[in-house]
């Protein structure tokens, strides 16, 4: 088995040129693990720029993107825009974009399959709430979450990254216990042994997400089935470097 570490990081919509330029030369400053691969999330608005001083070992995402090539889609971007600017992967299904812009389940299965149609990758986010945690209803949800992106990956396994992201620990400071993020990933791996593939479960790759930082990133990279991070605070933070580092 040979999953290769990944950490993302999301901006969100935060960052000027100047903070990003700071940002982006302590990345460049390192040392990042060269083993692991490293994918930052920036605002459309600047994934032209992000790209032009960002290093060729750290790829660009874009935090949305809409679901056709272009039209009378007024303040959306494309995946083909995205592409055409330098980004390489999209961040879809955050749940930032689930609750705040009331993005349901089919809607972003659409923009995943157009995303990954047209050459992005995608990091696909899952994740449930506080309530349905605590009504038990985690596996649920994120099999429910899953399942509703299927068709929309088809066989394009090999271009998506899962991101397991608890709604109730994102940006809260109150991270899941290394034990509740590898329950929950280990169950996504056995949910898709059994209803794609054992060899999609086996090598896709599952990020944790909700309030990572230096300081609880290396017990949570030590479980087997967690395969990086998707890093919304600390990555704006000069400790994103030991967060990539975190697998070392
Ligand atoms: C995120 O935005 O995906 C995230 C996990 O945020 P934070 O790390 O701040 O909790």
């Given at each position: 088995?040979?999953?290769?570490?990944?950490?993302?990081?999301?901006?969100?919509?935060?960052?000027?040129?100047?903070?990003?330029?700071?940002?982006?030369?302590?990345?460049?400053?390192?040392?990042?693990?060269?083993?692991?691969?490293?994918?930052?999330?920036?605002?459309?608005?600047?994934?032209?720029?992000?790209?032009?001083?960002?290093?060729?070992?750290?790829?660009?995402?874009?935090?949305?993107?809409?679901?056709?090539?272009?039209?009378?889609?007024?303040?959306?971007?494309?995946?083909?825009?995205?592409?055409?600017?330098?980004?390489?992967?999209?961040?879809?299904?955050?749940?930032?974009?689930?609750?705040?812009?009331?993005?349901?389940?089919?809607?972003?299965?659409?923009?995943?399959?157009?995303?990954?149609?047209?050459?992005?990758?995608?990091?696909?986010?899952?994740g449930e709430s506080l309530e349905e945690r605590e009504s038990g209803k985690t596996e649920e949800v994120v099999f429910r979450q899953i399942k509703a992106l299927l068709p929309a990956i088809a066989d394009n396994w090999e271009?998506?990254?899962?991101?397991?992201?608890?709604?109730?620990?994102?940006?809260?400071?109150?991270?899941?216990?290394?034990?509740?993020?590898?329950?929950?990933?280990?169950?996504?791996?056995?949910?898709?042994?059994?209803?794609?593939?054992?060899?999609?479960?086996?090598?896709?790759?599952?990020?944790?997400?909700?309030?990572?930082?230096?300081?609880?990133?290396?017990?949570?990279?030590?479980?087997?089935?967690?395969?990086?991070?998707l890093v919304g605070g600390a990555s704006l933070k000069p400790e994103f470097i030991d967060i990539v580092n975190a697998s070392q």
């Amino acid at each position: 088995m040979s999953r290769r570490f990944i950490v993302g990081g999301n901006w969100k919509m935060n960052g000027d040129k100047d903070k990003i330029t700071e940002i982006v030369s302590n990345l460049m400053r390192g040392p990042l693990d060269p083993n692991a691969e490293v994918v930052i999330g920036v605002p459309s608005i600047y994934l032209a720029y992000v790209k032009s001083i960002m290093p060729d070992n750290i790829s660009v995402a874009a935090q949305n993107c809409w679901k056709v090539p272009n039209g009378a889609f007024t303040g959306e971007v494309s995946p083909a825009m995205i592409l055409d600017v330098g980004g390489e992967w999209v961040i879809l299904g955050h749940s930032e974009r689930r609750t705040i812009f009331n993005e349901k389940d089919d809607l972003i299965a659409e923009k995943v399959a157009h995303a990954l149609d047209t050459g992005l990758n995608v990091i696909a986010c899952i994740g449930e709430s506080l309530e349905e945690r605590e009504s038990g209803k985690t596996e649920e949800v994120v099999f429910r979450q899953i399942k509703a992106l299927l068709p929309a990956i088809a066989d394009n396994w090999e271009n998506v990254v899962l991101a397991y992201e608890p709604v109730w620990a994102i940006g809260t400071g109150k991270t899941a216990t290394p034990q509740q993020a590898q329950d929950v990933h280990a169950s996504l791996r056995h949910w898709l042994a059994l209803n794609v593939s054992p060899d999609v479960a086996q090598n896709v790759r599952i990020q944790y997400g909700g309030s990572v930082t230096a300081a609880n990133a290396k017990e949570l990279a030590a479980c087997s089935d967690i395969d990086g991070f998707l890093v919304g605070g600390a990555s704006l933070k000069p400790e994103f470097i030991d967060i990539v580092n975190a697998s070392q």
